[in-house]
């Protein structure tokens, strides 16, 4: 990878959540997916823990662009449906590359915004994003990552689950932390009004203990030994969590696969709708009838990265 110029931001200004120390110390969760998208918002610590994690899971870099693609394009199908309200569970650094990104899509198109942010150098970049036309309609609320939240009960996201107006919960960072697993995102879900959507990135295990194993298992310990909580899926729980799997044509454009000639993390992306009944429609179908509460998910897979 070609070399990074560090940058240190300014100290930010409290928003809504909590005050979050910043350990200039230790490597940040943002800042590591900054650096494996090319970008410049990252120190040295932190690229020295990537470029020991690269050493072991050199498909890293590819696995964070797809992430931010699929952050994109999911977001992008769900303003192309009609919703206009959107629960963004970290950004993971926005994600910084070209000069684009999910949240400035979000409000060129007006969207009601509710990010929850774990890293409070991420929290001021919003600042920037929007130039201030965005007050009144998107709220950054900045949580520990290493604490339980209940999302839910949070008063900026409750109002936003019972507004009335579908939600669409992108939670599509790579780097996910290890309080926000699947089972949350899809109660979150399931209490979002009828007509919701959620896209996924989950990292999978395989469950393999092998010592030698450099797939994605052995992740999660090397992210909390930095103190950088992961959240990491066992395959076989994903799996039983997200139920049926109905196969669905999209024009999302993902990396087909990793190099097979090589042993790589694993990674699922996928857009998850509430179950309405068998012969209802496609994913992606926008809104339903008033007051009926659908209240199981439907896998929607759109891309699956393995390891041979």
Do not use: K
């Not at 979050?20 to 230790?26: A, G, P, Q, R």
Request: aromatic residues 2%; negative net charge.
């Amino acid at each position: 990878m070609p070399p990074r110029t560090a940058a240190t931001p300014a100290h930010p200004r409290a928003h809504d959540g909590e005050r979050v120390h910043i350990d200039v110390e230790s490597p940040r969760r943002d800042a590591v997916a900054d650096y494996l998208l090319d970008g410049h918002l990252n120190t040295t610590v932190d690229r020295l823990f990537a470029d020991h994690l690269l050493a072991d899971h050199p498909q890293l870099p590819r696995l964070a662009i797809a992430a931010a693609t699929w952050d994109r394009s999911a977001a992008a199908a769900m303003l192309d449906h009609g919703l206009r309200d959107f629960l963004v569970l970290g950004t993971g650094g926005l994600p910084i590359w070209a000069h684009s990104s999910t949240l400035t899509d979000l409000h060129d198109a007006g969207a009601r915004i509710v990010v929850i942010e774990h890293d409070p150098v991420t929290q001021h970049l919003h600042d920037r994003i929007d130039h201030g036309a965005a007050a009144g309609r998107a709220h950054v609320l900045c949580l520990p990552a290493d604490r339980h939240h209940d999302l839910a009960a949070t008063p900026v996201v409750a109002r936003l689950l019972t507004a009335g107006a579908p939600v669409g919960i992108l939670a599509t960072g790579l780097f996910r932390p290890a309080g926000i697993r699947l089972a949350a995102i899809l109660a979150l879900l399931e209490s979002a009004p009828s007509g919701s959507r959620a896209a996924t990135t989950a990292l999978i295990t395989y469950g393999t203990d092998d010592q030698d194993d450099t797939g994605v298992s052995s992740l999660p310990a090397r992210f909390a030994e930095a103190g950088i909580p992961l959240a990491v899926e066992n395959r076989l729980a994903a799996d039983q969590l997200l139920g049926d799997v109905a196969d669905v044509t999209t024009d999302f454009v993902m990396p087909a696969a990793l190099d097979r000639n090589a042993a790589g993390p694993v990674m699922r992306t996928a857009l998850l709708s509430q179950r309405g009944p068998r012969s209802s429609g496609v994913a992606l179908r926008s809104g339903s009838p008033a007051g009926h509460r659908r209240r199981r998910t439907e896998a929607r897979p759109v891309t699956s990265i393995e390891a041979p």
